[in-house]
């Protein structure tokens, strides 16, 4: 560990946070891959149990060195945690050793009893994930039925009486309109509006193309988070729009292996939730513990150690910028040293435009057939072309809008 | 502030990093970084001295910084990181 040995002790927070901690300040615990929905975009391609997934002893284990290590919470993932049986046991078991949980859930599982269950506990953060202010637009990505599942859910807890629990958005090209509805939906049920930022993981990679926000709209999700961003958690996850100008409130580093990292269902610990590839795998935790993984593994270490900022060197806006989201990057073929393929200032679409070969994904968890929870990402692009009443060009030509079948096109 | 007699809110780990350490809150759930090893050794050591004065000299805090340390320990006050000295907290113990 000649790395920790020589860091400075003195010098600003970011900079100490570079050098990475002791242990993770924002642990995220994904339980299980298997989930009743099959979104889209799912970051952890999450779809089937894996047989390897930890055992309850394991997990307990796992909580006993958390707490050992003084992580005082960690985000509970998955997949879709609440269906693995033992979660409710879990999170009791998580509670009573001071290891705080804020878990993720579509809300499957979130039952009037369950939610009176939440509303006792005292160290508990409930997330639901909506990605969508209606139906519609939800429903095209996390599929039929998600957004009803989502909102009985949300008023099982306010029924109960649990108090301010987080509505957590993934901020897509359909949805950037929709900021105040989500904020008008956060307020009815009492709750908190959480937004984040779609990276194209897992297999979000298959659909970020389609589903990530227009340039124009990136600038309209800024200027929202800089007039409301007090009231609005964002996971720090928009750091790369600080260079529109300002600085958003928040950590405005990428934090992977420094201060954020991954443990998976079967205990391998990634370097972010957002970068299940090899290339970011630490190691696991079931040979000698997650606190080893996490302070000797050469990745980290390589993670911690001061980084160039390559063709973003030069730009203005490097220090609050940083050149965004390594994992953003490493997904879409770009180099990590290089600008963010969302860059604000342009540079990403030139380099999306340029060479890059986008990486495999080395693991996938999805369902191998469709099941009826698939979403069927079609009506909302078609929508979006129509930007008139068919009649009108109807009006003009009889033929507009009608194209040779193609046997009859060729020549 | 100096005068007066202070300790760790008893909801408040400290954990140890390389730079300071990280005070978590469990009531609040704020989390606050002590970046200064001395101010970590002062918060721990609030509860065993008379009063903060006391304190920040057992600590070895020359004097011209006790203000700038007090305003500090005012911040961790704002967010109930440590809390005055009552007869209360003198009995719980
Ligand atoms: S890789 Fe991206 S998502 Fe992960 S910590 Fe870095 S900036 Fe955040
Ligand atoms: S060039 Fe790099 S640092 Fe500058 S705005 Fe773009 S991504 Fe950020």
Redesign the interface.
């Known amino acids: 560990m000649t790395e920790?040995a020589e860091?400075p002790?003195?010098?600003s927070?970011v900079q100490?946070f570079e050098?990475g901690?002791?242990?993770p300040?924002c642990l995220t615990w994904e339980l299980t891959y298997a989930c009743n929905l099959e979104c889209a975009h799912c970051l952890s391609s999450s779809g089937r149990r894996d047989p390897r997934e930890l055992t309850t002893a394991q997990c307990e284990a796992v909580i006993d060195e958390l707490q050992r290590m003084?992580v005082?919470?960690v985000n509970i993932g998955g997949g879709e945690p609440t269906i693995r049986p033992d979660f409710w046991h879990l999170l009791e078991y998580a509670v009573d050793r001071?290891v705080?949980v804020k878990f993720s859930t579509n809300g499957v599982r979130i039952t009037p009893e369950r939610a009176r269950f939440l509303a006792s506990t005292d160290?508990v953060d409930v997330q639901i994930s909506v990605d969508g202010a209606t139906a519609e637009v939800n429903d095209y990505v996390r599929g039929p039925g998600s957004f009803d599942t989502a909102v009985r859910a949300l008023a099982n807890l306010q029924d109960a009486g649990f108090r301010d629990a987080k509505i957590s958005v993934v901020c897509t090209r359909h949805n950037i309109d929709q900021l105040d509805d989500f904020k008008a939906l956060a307020e009815r049920f009492g709750a908190t509006l959480r937004l984040t930022r779609l990276r194209p993981s897992g297999r979000g990679a298959d659909v970020w193309d389609e589903l990530h926000p227009l340039p124009e709209q990136q600038r309209q999700l800024y200027d929202w988070l800089m007039a409301h961003g007090d009231r609005v958690l964002t996971g720090d996850s928009f750091f790369h729009l600080a260079a529109f100008g300002e600085s958003l409130p928040g950590l405005n580093l990428c934090g992977a292996g420094r201060v954020v990292c991954l443990i998976d269902p079967v205990g391998d610990v990634y370097a972010c939730p957002f970068a299940i590839h090899e290339t970011f795998l630490a190691g696991n935790l079931l040979t000698g513990g997650f606190q080893q993984v996490w302070q000797t593994s050469s990745l980290f270490a390589q993670l911690r150690s001061p980084q160039t900022g390559g063709a973003c060197a030069s730009c203005s806006f490097y220090d609050s910028c940083r050149g965004g989201c390594m994992a953003a990057k490493f997904f879409t073929g770009l180099p990590l040293d290089g600008p963010d393929p969302e860059c604000v200032q342009g540079y990403g679409e030139l380099a999306l435009a340029g060479n890059r070969v986008v990486p495999a994904p080395s693991q996938d968890h999805s369902k191998t057939a469709p099941t009826r929870s698939q979403p069927v990402m079609l009506t909302l692009t078609r929508r979006e072309e129509i930007d008139a009443a068919p009649v009108t060009a109807c009006a003009s030509n009889p033929l507009a809008g009608y194209t040779l079948p193609r046997s009859l096109a060729r020549p | 502030m100096l005068e007066e007699a202070w300790t760790l809110s008893p909801s408040v780990a400290l954990r140890p990093e390389p730079f300071g350490a990280l005070a978590y809150h469990f009531g609040n759930r704020k989390l606050t970084f002590l970046k200064r090893r001395e101010l970590v050794a002062l918060v721990r050591g609030l509860d065993e001295h008379i009063d903060v004065r006391a304190a920040l000299t057992a600590t070895g805090i020359p004097e011209d910084q006790h203000d700038a340390y007090a305003v500090a320990l005012r911040g961790l006050a704002d967010a109930d990181m440590i809390r005055p000295r009552t007869a209360t907290t003198e009995d719980a113990r």
Do not use: K, M, N, S
Request: charged fraction near 10%; charge should be neutral.
């Open positions: 920790l860091r002790t003195t010098g927070l100490q050098y901690l002791d242990a300040i003084q005082f919470y001071q705080g160290y």
